[in-house]
């Protein structure tokens, strides 16, 4: 499974960036896609998720802010963040997991630079 992550960028607090995620290879099983965050100095969080039905989560930080969501014909995922902040700033890695019998398997793709000026 390969990820390509693409979006990112700099922007002022208060604006909007649209992160797009394509996924190739051998993707049947995904389920579900995710975005997840690296600050400088912290430690990788999860931002948000959604299953391929639909069903999505949020982290309370970005919870009213971020859209996430999938286009399953086009086997991409995309992350919607608008009001952005300061602290929003990292690298966005989008991942995908496959969950099989007894296992359970992480994909990441490069990550994108989101930077936001206060």
């Known amino acids: 499974v390969q990820l390509q992550a693409s979006g990112g960028g700099l922007v002022q607090a208060g604006g909007s960036l649209r992160l797009s995620c394509t996924a190739s290879?051998?993707?049947?099983?995904?389920?579900?896609m995710g975005w997840y965050r690296q600050a400088p100095g912290k430690q990788r969080e999860f931002v948000a998720f959604i299953t391929r039905g639909g069903v999505t989560n949020y982290a309370g930080s970005v919870k009213g802010r971020f859209t996430i969501s999938r286009d399953n014909a086009k086997n991409t995922m995309f992350l919607q963040m608008n009001s952005l902040k300061p602290e929003d700033t990292a690298v966005y890695y989008c991942?995908?997991?496959?969950?099989?019998?007894?296992?359970?398997?992480?994909?990441w793709g490069q990550g994108t630079q989101v930077t936001v000026s206060s």
């Open positions: 991942n995908a997991r496959r969950f099989t019998t007894n296992t359970v398997n992480d994909y």
């Open positions: 290879g051998s993707i049947s099983s995904i389920n579900p």
